[in-house]
């Protein structure tokens, strides 16, 4: 909802899902065929296809609120005063970013109706996952064949934190409480026919 319906302008700023920085690799790599070894070389090491995806971003602007009602339009998410800058190191160790990722002290509920921090003025972290996957298909007659796949999603296990909350009346005020997926590992055999 926006602060002030008669002065849309409180509420310019970048959308939700900004994302000033992004790099998306993807790639596929059929390996050659193995001309040694016999059968072991030419059925079982040939003929793989290996593909994977890479996404490099910076992270999402998000939206301090007060979680108080200043402005008596019946909700509370109207947004407080910023009195300081909110930006911190994000080169920190990863227990500090969890524990506070942004400067708290910057924010305090307004005195007045509508609250000088602007709409998603601070950005989360970034995010770097590594999507891989192999697949090779083994022949059974002229139109049918069995393919083994294997699957990698966040092939590093990379920990890509959350954006913090951001409610300042809230405990938890500055702290990140969420991550992405986890490694997640699949194995499937398919027949085509």
Do not use: H, M
């Amino acid at each position: 909802s926006f602060v002030d319906s008669n002065n849309l302008a409180l509420d310019r700023a970048p959308s939700d899902f900004d994302t000033p920085r992004r790099l998306v690799l993807s790639y596929l790599w059929e390996v050659p065929g193995v001309r040694r070894w016999g059968l072991v070389g030419k059925q079982l090491l040939s003929g793989w296809q290996i593909n994977g995806i890479t996404d490099i971003r910076t992270g999402s602007p998000f939206n301090v609120t007060s979680n108080t009602d200043t402005n008596f339009d019946g909700n509370s998410t109207d947004r407080p005063d910023l009195i300081g800058n909110p930006k911190l190191d994000t080169g920190r160790g990863r227990q500090e970013l969890i524990t506070q990722y942004f400067n708290t002290a910057a924010f305090r509920v307004t005195s007045g109706l509508f609250g000088g921090a602007g709409r998603n003025g601070v950005y989360g972290p970034g995010a770097i996952n590594w999507d891989f996957s192999a697949f090779k298909n083994f022949a059974i007659t002229e139109r049918s064949k069995v393919q083994v796949r294997a699957e990698f999603f966040n092939l590093f296990n990379q920990v890509n934190l959350g954006n913090p909350n951001a409610v300042l009346t809230s405990p938890s005020f500055g702290r990140i409480l969420g991550a992405g997926a986890p490694r997640i590992v699949q194995f499937s055999l398919k027949f085509l026919f």
